[in-house]
């Protein structure tokens, strides 16, 4: 069976530092990856999405970055964080082509706050 | 104009209750559709896919009419473990975009 890994749980992080989340997924083979934020409150943003090795799309503009290194590694980044970038980040993977219904399945998220 | 909106609610119903969400999307390439639920500070969970013909899970039922654009679910017998913020999803197959509504909340009272 598939199951999908974050890491940290939970972070503090200070204004300007440097951030680094990582997901990786288990089971399965050229899945479609996925990063969201969820900011108190409001609804799932979604920020970042791959479809295979190195190949990043952006939805949004933001001081964050995502990358690809393995199949099955998604990382998300920033340089210098910003207050507003403060909230719940999920990781999520869907089977390339869809698969029956293409569901999107979540990792247990990362808790950021940024002070 | 929002991809996909629902009543954010809160919905307090008391045990046993049935209660309905809907949700529209604005999209009419929308290829897949899906409920998921989610509680509080933890990952969405898929709840149901919703099928072209309607589909149902024990206590919980999904519609889906295309031609008005929207999507609801029905559940019965309500219970207080359904306490939760459900979440409207649907998916457009190119680019694999994934839209969600910002959920509604449901609270089931003893």
């Known amino acids: 069976s598939q199951t999908i890994h974050q890491w940290p749980a939970t972070l503090v992080q200070p204004v300007g530092s440097p951030l680094s989340l990582e997901c990786t997924v288990e089971g399965t083979s050229n899945p479609n990856l996925y990063w969201y934020r969820q900011a108190a409150g409001r609804g799932l943003q979604l920020l970042f999405y791959s479809v295979g090795i190195g190949q990043i799309s952006s939805e949004v503009p933001q001081n964050l970055s995502a990358s690809r290194p393995q199949d099955r590694q998604f990382i998300l980044s920033s340089k210098k964080l910003l207050l507003s970038d403060s909230g719940f980040y999920l990781c999520a993977w869907s089977p390339l082509g869809g698969g029956k219904y293409n569901e999107q399945f979540f990792g247990p998220g990362t808790r950021l706050t940024v002070l | 104009r929002k991809e996909v909106e629902q009543d954010p609610g809160p919905f307090n119903v008391p045990e046993g209750a049935t209660v309905a969400f809907n949700c529209t999307y604005s999209?009419?390439?929308?290829?897949?559709f899906f409920w998921y639920r989610q509680d509080c500070r933890k990952e969405p969970k898929l709840l149901m896919s919703v099928y072209s013909s309607g589909n149902e899970d024990g206590r919980f039922t999904a519609q889906l009419n295309r031609a008005s654009q929207y999507i609801s679910l029905l559940i019965r017998d309500s219970k207080l473990s359904d306490s939760a913020t459900y979440l409207c999803v649907v998916n457009v197959r190119t680019g694999n975009q994934f839209y969600f509504g910002t959920g509604t909340s449901l609270t089931v009272i003893p």
């Open positions: 999209n009419s390439a929308s290829q897949s």
